[in-house]
């Protein structure tokens, strides 16, 4: 059973964003993660994060994970190999910048860079999770198949070579030739499978090129992964999507109203961000950046203004279908409660409140700079 923390300790926490370190890696790419020393919301919110760097001709080697994930393709292109639970065939899928996978308990997944000149752009992918079920809160462990930390290497010589039908010489060979870590390098002479794009359907959604959920001009976009797009989110037991305001643009103040966390990587240019906690307490004012990571916890009340740069965010929601509610714009819900209990609240006279509800009444939950 996940322990929840207590409302203090959600306060006192450093809700900073952050940027991951380096676990492991060599010539053919690295392996970044998010410590729950650093951002101990991670662990509070039972949730992991990960991003993969593959340099020209980088392999990452077979692997499972004891966390149902979705991953997104941040930059470059590659390919992935998918072998879903139970399944007698592999999926070989070609990938790009935006494509979003849902990756559930049990797959077994390789990721691949083909491009083999060293000046072609890295494949990097983001991954985040749920690890309420996984052996360290808020943080992935990645089982691989093969290399030196790999399944293999811990059964001895005996075991592989009667599991795999080997001559024992030969199981002692593939036990000791592992490559040393769980990416490798492979030469441009290396064949590998071809990437089939009708195995596209059903596993990727690609969220610079799906239809928008939100578009509001010189506002912002959002693309929303559910379980009508992308039906393996519904297994992964996650919600996604891929937010984009344009320059100076602010986002609604606005909570998660069904008891989930909101996890926010920053993909894009930068700006300030804001969250209001229990007793109206601001626990967070600063500036987020690409490459930053940060966490809003249970009903807390964030809003982020863009950079002249502009501004896109990946999030992970809680739960497979999220529901929010916003506090400003033509659906916010102070539009819905009565005058007089506004006047009340707020302490107010009729004209302001008058006022303070003419106001965003065409504006839904992206703001234009004045």
Not at 108 to 125: E, I, P, R
Not at 221 to 227: E, H, K, S
Request: one cysteine or more; a neutral charge.
């Amino acid at each position: 059973m996940v322990q929840r923390s207590s409302n203090a300790e959600v306060m006192s926490m450093d809700l900073s964003p952050k940027k991951p370190a380096k676990s492991y890696g060599g010539d053919g790419g690295a392996y970044y993660a998010w410590s729950p020393a650093d951002l101990p919301m991670l662990a509070a919110a039972s949730i992991g994060a990960a991003k993969l760097h593959l340099a020209a001709g980088g392999l990452s080697l077979p692997s499972y994970s004891d966390s149902a994930k979705v991953a997104y393709v941040l930059q470059g292109s590659g390919t992935i190999g998918v072998v879903l639970p139970e399944a007698t065939a592999e999926k070989v899928i070609p990938v790009k910048e935006g494509d979003a996978l849902a990756l559930p308990f049990g797959v077994v997944t390789w990721w691949h860079n083909a491009a083999m000149d060293s000046s072609s752009t890295v494949l990097v992918v983001l991954f985040l999770g749920d690890t309420a079920k996984a052996h360290k809160p808020g943080q992935f462990t990645d089982f691989q198949l093969a290399g030196s930390t790999g399944i293999f290497t811990g059964f001895s010589t005996e075991f592989v070579a009667r599991a795999w039908d080997l001559p024992e010489p030969a199981a002692a060979s593939i036990v000791s030739t592992q490559p040393s870590s769980g990416i490798t390098k492979l030469s441009p002479a290396h064949k590998m499978p071809s990437p089939d794009p009708a195995h596209r359907a059903g596993m990727v959604l690609n969220c610079l090129e799906a239809p928008l959920d939100v578009d509001i001009p010189a506002g912002g976009r959002v693309v929303v992964l559910n379980t009508a797009n992308l039906p393996l989110v519904k297994e992964v037991g996650l919600g996604a999507d891929l937010v984009r305001i344009d320059a100076g643009s602010m986002c609604s103040p606005g909570f998660s109203c069904d008891s989930a966390y909101q996890v926010t990587y920053i993909v894009s240019g930068g700006g300030r961000v804001q969250v209001v906690g229990i007793d109206g307490k601001r626990v967070l004012e600063t500036r987020a950046e690409a490459g930053c990571l940060f966490i809003v916890p249970r009903f807390f009340v964030v809003s982020k203004i863009a950079d002249p740069t502009g501004m896109s965010w990946f999030s992970i929601i809680t739960t497979p279908n999220p529901i929010f509610s916003h506090l400003a714009g033509k659906t916010s819900v102070w539009k819905a409660i009565s005058p007089a209990v506004l006047e009340t609240a707020f302490n107010t006279t009729p004209e302001m409140e008058k006022m303070f509800r003419g106001k965003r009444l065409d504006s839904e939950i992206f703001f234009a700079p004045n």
